[in-house]
């Protein structure tokens, strides 16, 4: 039991991971000032191609259900990722996205009845301080805008993740999956075309691997690890694993670009590492007072003599 939910949390834990590696990916390998179009390859092929692949759509109340959990998980916290982080530092935007675990808990206490605990708060707390560590810089500037984006982006994810698991599907994983990402990309595609016009007619060998990786590795594989992990585990529990994003972006602007690191953002990793260790421990359970049985009907029995002493 120990090992199967280990596993469990491991192959949950690859999903923020790989998301960790979509900057890097995006500064790389991709034209630059297009991060809507880059949302919407995320998330409108590698959807169209599940939902192909499992031969399944949505019925009855799933073709609503899917719409609103495209929208929360993916559509809407694009759009607003995407002013966040044109409007504040990425560092700032990190920050006040890694709030999104204490969302997701006072969420899942009021929707889901889950027990909201001292130590739920308190390293969720630890999570958002580590984060800080590790990506906040001194001179960063705030943005209203920005910071209500960022904030909104958080709630909408945390919103997202909670519903997910209130609402299981009865179709295949990867069949809900494809659903919310094509709910997601069709929401998305009239606002990058809005906001970045057409596409660009001309995309280098480099271009096509950036967007590849993101559909294929990016979106359908790591959504269908982050939604199998929702239905398996907590979501307080799936959603602390998210701290993990900024950790491997940092790791990899520190190992492929050469960026150097302080012994402040050391103490950051450290400290996220602890929260994310914190978070997967389940809770105690109170003990239970043991069972009186019953006596048997009839007078009382006296005590048995001691035993004499040797």
């Known amino acids: 039991m120990l090992s199967n939910r280990f596993g469990t949390v491991a192959l949950t834990a690859l999903a923020p991971a790989i998301w960790g590696t979509t900057y890097l990916a995006t500064t790389e390998l991709l034209p630059p000032g297009r991060p809507l179009l880059a949302a919407v390859v995320r998330a409108l092929p590698a959807g169209l191609v599940l939902v192909a692949v499992t031969r399944r759509l949505p019925s ?3 073709w609503w259900r899917a719409l609103v959990l495209g929208a929360l998980n993916i559509g809407a916290f694009f759009a607003l990722l995407f002013v966040a982080a044109y409007r504040l530092p990425g560092g700032v935007a990190a920050t006040i996205g890694a709030l999104q675990p204490l969302f997701v808990a006072l969420l899942a206490a009021g929707l889901l009845g889950e027990r909201l605990t ?14 800080s560590l590790l990506v906040l810089r001194a001179d960063a500037r705030l943005d209203a805008l920005g910071v209500a984006a960022a904030a ?6 945390a919103t997202g993740v909670v519903l997910s698991k209130r609402w299981v599907s009865p179709a295949p994983l990867l069949a809900t999956t ?3 990402l094509v ?8 606002v990058a075309l809005l906001v970045e016009g057409p596409p660009p007619t001309a995309l280098s060998t480099a271009n096509l691997a950036g967007y590849g990786y993101l559909t294929a590795v990016g979106s359908a594989l790591a959504y269908a690890l ?3 992990g929702i239905r ?8 602390f694993l998210g ?6 972006a940092t790791a990899l602007g520190l190992i492929a670009l050469g960026q150097g690191l302080t012994w402040a953002q050391a103490a950051g990793g450290l400290v996220i590492l602890a929260s994310l260790v914190v978070a997967q421990r389940r809770p105690a359970r109170r003990a239970e007072p043991p069972a009186r049985s019953a006596a048997p009907a009839g007078p009382a029995q006296r005590p048995p003599a001691a035993a004499p002493a040797r």
Do not use: C, D, K, N
């Not at 001292?118 to 984060?131: E, I, N, P, S």
């Not at 909104?152 to 994810?157: D, F, I, Q, S, T």
């Not at 709910?183 to 998305?188: C, D, E, P, Q, R």
């Open 178 to 180: 494809g659903w919310q």
């Open 243 to 248: 701290l993990l994003s900024p950790l491997v």
């Open 60 to 62: 009855g109340i799933w």
């Open 232 to 239: 398996e585990l907590s979501p307080t529990q799936v959603t």
């Open 183 to 190: 709910a997601g990309g069709i929401l998305l595609l009239p």
């Open 152 to 157: 909104a982006g958080a709630v909408v994810m």
């Open 226 to 228: 982050w939604f199998r």
């Open 118 to 131: 001292r130590r739920t708060l308190l390293t969720a707390v630890a999570g958002v301080a580590g984060v």
